[in-house]
């Protein structure tokens, strides 16, 4: 059964072969999960949500409408790592403004210190107020550093897109943010 093709290995899981969609997992794990990697950078995440990505499938498998399933399961589990990665952008997103405030100037001085905590929730809300998909790619690449080539492949959108929702973002937040300077 190796040597069957994917939509004949989910043709005859659907006719009630469980082997078939084992060994579609067996065939396609590895990529799948690297797949994944390029997005999450972390190899226990990745494995979980190459794992949960198979698992989605095995509940979707019949609603596949073409012939490409390495495509289709990649799909899925990069839908998931970018779920997974705004998340823990959004999660850290707080942390990582307050100690841009706090390590730019150390003061013991109350007033100022409650008023970089202002400013820095200021600068959180201005961000959480862009619209998706530029408030995610500020995220990344302004906040996280993350590469142009890494976002647009994750976001599978070209450099000049990417470029032009960064300009238009950071525009955005220059204009909600006057008068912090």
Known sequence: MDNLSDIELVRRFKAGNKFAFELL????YINVKKSCLKIIKNEQIAADLTQKTFLKALSKIGTLSHDNVIAWLCRIVKNFALNELKK????????EILNAYQQSSKCDDPAVESQRREISRLVIDA????????????ILKDLQSMSYKDI?????ITPNQLDWDLRKGRQILKNKLKGLE
Do not use: G, K
């Not at 997992?25 to 396609?28: G, K």
């Not at 107020?129 to 995610?136: G, H, I, M, S, V």
């Open 88 to 95: 823990q952008r959004l999660c850290s997103l707080d942390n």
């Open 152 to 156: 647009c492949e994750a976001y599978q």
């Open 25 to 28: 997992y067996r065939r396609h």
């Open 127 to 138: 961000i959480n107020e862009l619209y998706e998909p530029t408030r995610t790619y500020i």
